[in-house]
C-alpha cells in the first residue's frame, strides 16, 4: 500500500501504522541523531516520536503532510529533551551510520566529515541549524519545513541560505574548495545525511512495540436505509413527547377570570384546578335537576358573593349551584351571568 492507503487505515489496524512507521523511521531517527549525536539519546528520543503519534494518530488531518506532522512531534520531543536537561551534543561527537560496504580509508574520511559538520550545526544559529537539518538530513519540501517552523516559506528559504553561509564558515566540507558554491554543499549534506542510518534491530525492535500497544479504533458506518430508520425513529419518539407535554401543561394562553368572592375563606387551589384545562369558567358540579322554575339573568358585580345574591333573591345556595352549573364552593367571578330562579307569588284565596 502506498502512503494515502496507509493513512486511511492506520486507525484501525496496527499493520498499516506498521508500514507508515517503516516509511519514516529513518527520516526521524536522523533528525534526533543530527541534534544529540549519540545513538543510544537518538533511539530514546525516536521512540517517543512514534509513540506520541500513535496516541495522536486520530488528530491527524489526512489532507495534509503527515511526514510534516510527524516532525512537528519530533520537534516537541526535542524541545522537551533539552529542558529536561539532557547533556547536549559533545563538541567531539560524530554522528553514527552503517559502513559495512566502504572501504576503510573511505570510511575514516566519512566520519571526519560527519564530525566537521556535527561540530559546525552546533556552532551556528539554531534556527539556521533547525532549517539546516529539517531540509537536507530529513528530506522535508520548503512547505513541510515553514509549517514546523511556523515561519512564511520566504523567511525558510532565508534561514536555510543563512544556514548554508554559516555551515561555510565553521564546516571543513569546503576547505579545499575556497568557491563552493552553496548547491554543492547542500548536495554534500545531503549525502551525510544518507550515511545516518538507525540499527535494524532497533527498528524492528520498536516496530513490535507499537503494533503492541496500537488501539484499533472502530468507526461508526451506516448505510442510507439504517439512516433513514433512525430518523423516523426519532420523529416519532419527539412527536410523542410534543403530544404528552402539550396535553399535561395547561395553556399559558388561558387567562385566569378576576374570582369576585374575595370574601370566602376557602382555598381556591380547586378553581385553579378547573381552570387550568383552558376554559373560562369552573368545572360544573352534577346534582339533581331542579323544579323548573322562572329565572332572571342577573350579572355578577364586584364584592357579590353566592350567599349574598341568594339573600338578595330569596334563593338557596343550592339552587344557584344547580341552575348555573357551578362547583360545590360556589366560585363566580365579575361580570358572570347568573340564572336566578323565581319563586312564584302565591295567590291570595278568597273566603
Not at 554522528?95 to 566537521?116: F, G
Request: aromatic share 8%.
Amino acid at each position: 500500500m502506498d502512503e494515502i492507503e496507509l493513512l486511511r487505515a492506520a486507525v484501525s489496524k496496527a499493520s498499516a501504522f506498521a508500514g507508515l512507521y517503516r516509511l519514516h523511521v529513518t527520516r526521524v531517527y536522523r533528525y534526533h541523531m543530527a541534534h544529540v549525536g549519540i545513538t543510544k539519546d537518538a533511539e530514546d528520543l525516536t521512540s517517543q516520536t512514534f509513540m506520541a503519534a500513535l496516541e495522536k494518530l486520530g488528530s491527524f488531518r489526512r489532507n495534509g503532510s503527515f511526514a510534516a506532522w510527524l516532525m512537528e512531534i519530533a520537534a516537541q520531543k526535542r524541545r522537551n529533551d533539552i529542558r529536561g536537561n539532557r547533556r547536549e551534543l559533545p563538541i567531539d561527537a560524530v554522528l553514527y551510520y552503517q559502513s559495512a560496504t566502504l572501504p576503510t580509508d573511505r570510511v575514516a574520511m566519512q566520519r571526519k566529515e560527519m564530525e566537521a559538520t556535527s561540530r559546525a550545526l552546533k556552532q551556528i544559529s539554531p534556527d539556521h541549524a533547525e532549517a539546516i537539518i529539517l531540509t537536507f538530513f530529513c528530506d522535508l519540501s520548503g512547505s513541510e519545513v515553514s509549517r514546523i517552523l511556523k515561519k512564511s516559506t520566504a523567511t525558510t528559504q532565508m534561514l536555510i541560505a543563512r544556514g548554508i553561509q554559516e555551515l561555510r564558515t565553521y564546516s571543513s566540507l569546503t576547505q579545499d574548495e575556497e568557491n563552493t558554491e552553496n548547491e554543492n554543499l547542500a548536495k554534500k549534506l545531503i549525502n551525510l545525511a544518507s550515511q545516518i542510518t538507525p540499527d535494524p534491530h532497533f527498528i524492528s525492535e520498536l516496530e513490535g512495540t507499537l503494533v503492541a500497544n496500537h488501539q484499533p479504533k472502530t468507526k461508526w458506518t451506516f448505510s442510507l436505509q439504517q439512516i433513514a430508520s433512525l430518523a423516523g425513529w426519532a420523529l416519532l419518539i419527539a412527536t410523542g413527547v410534543f403530544l404528552l407535554y402539550w396535553r399535561v401543561v395547561p395553556n399559558s394562553a388561558s387567562i385566569k377570570p378576576f374570582i369576585a368572592n374575595t370574601g370566602n375563606a376557602k382555598s381556591t387551589a380547586a378553581t385553579e384546578t378547573a381552570f387550568s384545562k383552558g376554559t373560562s369558567k369552573p368545572s360544573p358540579t352534577v346534582r339533581s335537576t331542579a323544579t323548573r322554575l322562572p329565572t332572571l339573568e342577573y350579572i355578577v358585580q364586584a364584592g357579590d358573593t353566592c350567599t349574598y345574591i341568594a339573600d338578595r333573591f330569596g334563593v338557596t345556595i343550592d339552587q344557584l349551584i344547580t341552575l348555573n352549573e357551578l362547583n360545590d364552593t360556589c366560585d363566580i367571578w365579575i361580570d358572570q351571568k347568573l340564572r336566578i330562579p323565581i319563586s312564584p307569588t302565591p295567590t291570595p284565596q278568597i273566603n
